[in-house]
């Protein structure tokens, strides 16, 4: 009519004794194990503290290394002893010292006996498990381990290798199929009686003493031979990280670990004074639901071990500097460029952001300073607008601000009179959305009153480094979103491709465009152009313009009207 | 290490309790000079978070910040009146002394107005957290260094014995800072903050390193390189994750921006015993001169580690 507790210690001895006393009191005979590595002196102690209670019996001492045979030796002495010396044990659970069962023993009680003939053992085959750590699944079955993966991790490494490499394999007896599962199991006495009573075992435990972490296998493999009724998931709540390690519950996980309606949770940080407290020695505190339910631990672990192997795309800090291509996302949120816009429109950015509802930015990259949306001095996160300190680490720059701002789409200004170092980020960055009207930087040297020797230097200049940014953006390592048009092309017909723009930054709404940017005077940029042919200048990213002294706005404004409603 | 063992004469004891050290406890390493007023709050606010034993090695303090700490169990004292900078700012001494008493034991390395923040460090102390790492073989723990600093004036609230800096300097920058990586010793190297804002927009490269490695399982053949920014063996810089992943970080919420602060730049500046000659220390002083005020619309204002963490100044890496 009971279950009997096969419990494992191999540290933090007193928690583990208010434990084993907890169970006990509670009506469960307790087996109990302890590491052979714990000193005598800590043993006889705890064998004294205890000896006020009638069912509990210490068994054999092995000297228990991780992942060794040791441990299922331990379980098996244990669970002898267990069935030996308490004939009315229907179920044993196996437990650690750093175990706390968190629902009052009788519902574990009447749960069992609503499943009098299960095995609850978490079960499967080695293709279907995920979790094992060093990439050591399948394998764990078919080579040898006689070093320490704690202790002697270079020869662990060098001998899987050197048998991987003379395709060394251990033959697995013919009657098992090997399974895995979690080392915490709850078995009938059938079950457990034939794994320890069968006339192979000596066969079994000869091979599976060379098995590595045999203690996930041994049971869960053998009680696939003998139950006849497997529940394939632990009763135990045990959640492990990305490295096999099992995650520890603190004091600020009590609401949770109540809500979960586990009946036993490990591992249990043993200075978790308010945990043990909360569920050896207050008045415990029945569920109302019957099945365990740890799906909101579940997701918080999972949660966890995604932050350390991913971790949050876009951010850059003091424990996440990824390398370059294992970013997992060069910046966190999308955003605009804009290249050559602000030059042919006049107020460009003031007619965006009354479009898109998005903060759009001045030439961020610019000469003299950060020009902030707003002309601000500084920006979200404190981002300064000194010219110096963004250059200091320009691309940092960039993902700080699509960081800070996360939650609202940026847009800024980009050109050739701008620091280049970003171009190869904004290129390859899923994220950016960058659109280039070539060459529109001639408007602005159109339209100053600079000597024309000079206009012809900086056009020249600007030219070169304008080409360079466009064959980044070209490349074939171009991830980004990019369009680009000849500027001559695009005030043919300037407002497909702005709206094509901006229905793709997509915030506001989806209506046409009612309001149209105010294109600067053009009157004699073709002439413009020419002239800087003929000074021995050759114009060519704006494409094709005509030499007429007109605008070509009203120009075009003949030949196609666009419409505006 | 052998400068370490050199300046190992110029410290003299004044106070050894280190008896009472017993394995596996937490200690903490400080240097100080003419910081009375702020012993109090940081005592207990480290007594607070579980550290076992406080190492203070007094550089000729006189306004009797040794005679403050005189009678306290877990605290041992040192006293030297050589030069700081030629201890390479205290860390000569701190190694020494750490190579001597901190074998096999965690141990934070912080100075008197930096404060220790980690995931979940309002409900578990400290030795959950180096148990923790213990249990992930990981040695060494990086913890930003966080400017904190006032609405208003540096004088509008002046700091008083006992309380908490940041009742007062309750702003940082959250999102300014700068990150490279250092190919010698591998660690990254951050600067940004109010300070770079502030005093260095136009000199960046000679603003201060904010990358600070505090918390360390120690080893007798380990050595802080340059304060607490870099160690050796290399592997220990290693705090930061390269594959996309995030390791584990915190943050030393720094309460250098009070009251105190202008005349300690005075004090400084008379000494000469800071990097670069103090350069630091007069940039500081021409412009808090000028416009004392570092607060600026953007700032943030301190709730607790979560907000630091959800702001990605630390991560909580794989701990849950």
């Known amino acids: 009519m009971s279950v009997g507790i096969v419990m494992l210690v191999h540290d933090a001895v007193d928690r583990a004794e208010q434990v084993a006393r907890h169970w006990a009191r509670e009506g469960c005979p307790v087996v109990i194990h302890v590491d052979r590595r714990v000193d005598r002196e800590t043993y006889d102690k705890l064998v004294s503290d205890l000896s006020d209670l009638a069912d509990i019996r210490f068994s054999v001492r092995h000297r228990c290394e991780w992942g060794s045979w040791a441990l299922v030796a331990a379980t098996q002495t244990a669970s002898e002893l267990m069935l030996s010396a308490f004939p009315d044990v229907e179920h044993v659970y196996l437990a650690s010292g750093s175990c706390l069962p968190l629902r009052p023993i009788q519902e574990l009680r009447d749960y069992l006996a609503r499943h009098p003939r299960t095995d609850f053992i978490e079960s499967v085959t080695t293709d279907e498990v995920h979790w094992t750590i060093g990439g050591l699944d399948a394998e764990r079955f078919t080579l040898r381990f006689p070093f320490s993966w704690k202790r002697q991790r270079f020869l662990f490494d060098r001998y899987v290798k050197f048998q991987r490499r003379i395709r060394f394999k251990r033959r697995i007896p013919a009657d098992i199929v090997p399974h895995l599962g979690s080392q915490w199991w709850c078995l009938t006495r059938q079950t457990l009686s034939a794994i320890l009573e069968g006339p192979e075992r000596r066969r079994y435990d000869k091979y599976f003493s060379k098995v590595w972490i045999p203690d996930e296998s041994y049971f869960q493999t053998l009680a696939r031979q003998f139950s006849s009724n497997i529940e394939s998931r632990s009763l135990t709540l045990s959640k492990f990280d990305f490295q096999g390690k099992p995650h520890i519950f603190y004091d600020d996980h009590l609401q949770l670990l109540r809500r979960s309606d586990c009946f ?10 308010k945990l043990y407290k909360a569920f050896l020695f207050d008045e415990p505190v029945s569920t109302s639901s019957t099945e365990p339910n740890p799906g909101k631990i579940d997701r918080i672990f999972a949660k966890a071990v995604e932050r350390r192997t991913q971790g949050r795309p876009g951010l850059y800090m003091q424990s996440r500097f990824p390398r370059e291509g294992f970013e997992n996302g060069k910046t966190c949120a999308s955003y605009s460029v804009f290249e050559g816009f602000s030059d042919l429109f006049e107020d460009f950015e003031g007619w965006l952001g009354k479009v898109t509802g998005a903060r759009v930015h001045g030439h961020l990259y610019g000469p003299e300073r950060v020009e902030f949306a707003g002309n601000q001095t500084l920006f979200s996160g404190a981002l300064c607008d000194s010219a110096d300190l963004r250059d200091y680490d320009p691309k940092g720059f960039l993902t700080s601000l699509i960081w800070n701002t996360r939650g609202e789409r940026q847009c800024f200004q980009f050109g050739p009179r701008d620091n280049q170092e970003i171009s190869w980020l904004m290129s390859t960055d899923t994220n950016a959305q960058i659109s280039v009207i070539s060459g529109a930087w001639a408007v602005p040297l159109f339209h100053s009153n600079l000597n024309f020797s000079e206009i012809r230097r900086e056009a020249a200049r600007l030219q070169r480094v304008e080409s360079a940014h466009l064959d980044i953006l070209n490349s074939q390592y171009t991830k980004a979103r990019v369009r680009i048009w000849k500027m001559a092309e695009f005030i043919e017909a300037p407002m497909e491709p702005l709206q094509t723009i901006i229905d793709e930054i997509g915030v506001r709404s989806t209506r046409r465009l009612t309001e149209v940017p105010k294109m600067s005077d053009l009157t004699g940029f073709g002439q413009f152009l020419r002239n800087l042919k003929n000074q021995g200048m050759q114009p060519y990213l704006m494409g094709d313009f005509p030499v007429e002294n ?5 120009l075009k404004d003949r030949r196609r009207p666009y419409l505006v409603r | 290490m052998v400068r370490a063992l050199r300046k190992r004469r110029e410290l003299e004891i004044v106070q050894d309790n280190t008896n ?3 394995k596996g406890d937490i200690l903490l390493f400080v240097t100080m000079r003419n910081e ?5 709050f940081f005592i207990s606010y480290y007594r607070a978070l579980g550290i076992n034993h406080f190492f203070f090695v007094d550089n000729d303090s006189d306004d009797g910040s040794l005679q403050s700490l005189l009678g306290q169990e877990d605290v041992s004292i040192w006293y030297s009146n050589a030069s700081y900078k030629r201890a390479r700012f205290g860390v000569d001494w701190l190694n020494y002394l750490q190579m001597r008493y901190a074998h096999q034991h965690w141990c934070l390395v912080v100075d008197v107005d930096e404060f220790f923040v980690y995931p ?19 040695r060494s723990f990086g913890a930003m260094m966080l ?16 309380r908490d800096p940041f009742e007062i300097a309750s702003w940082f920058d959250s999102g300014n800072y700068m990150i490279s990586r250092n190919d010698r010793y591998g660690n990254l190297w951050i600067q940004g903050g109010p300070r770079a804002r502030i005093f260095f927009a136009d000199s960046p490269e000679r603003a201060p390193a904010l990358n600070k490695i505090p918390l360390v399982k120690w080893d007798r053949k380990y050595a802080f390189v340059s304060s607490t920014h870099m160690l050796l063996p290399r592997g220990l810089n290693q705090v930061y994750d390269e594959w996309g992943g995030e390791k584990i970080s915190g943050c030393l919420l720094h309460a250098k921006f009070l009251n105190t602060f202008i005349s300690k730049s005075e004090e400084e500046l008379k000494r000469k015993q800071h990097f670069a000659s103090g350069k630091e220390y007069q940039a500081y002083h021409d412009r808090l001169k000028e416009s004392p005020e570092v607060w600026c619309k953007w700032s943030e204002k301190y709730i607790n580690w979560r907000q630091l963490e959800i702001l990605g100044l630390m991560s909580k890496g794989n701990w849950a």
């Not at chain 2, 309002?122 to 073989?137: E, F, G, V, Y």
Request: hydrophobic share 35%.
């Open chain 2, 36 to 40: 009375r007023i702020r012993l109090p």
């Open chain 2, 147 to 162: 400017d904190m600093y006032p609405k208003g004036s540096l004088q509008d609230d002046p700091y008083s014995a006992g």
């Open chain 1, 550 to 554: 007109e605008d070509p706005r009203r």
């Open chain 1, 264 to 273: 036993v949770a490990r591992k249990i940080w043993p200075n978790a004074n």
């Open chain 2, 120 to 138: 979940f460090c309002d409900t578990r102390p400290i030795r959950a957290l180096t148990d923790w790492l213990d249990a992930s073989s990981i």
């Open chain 2, 20 to 22: 009472s050290i017993r």
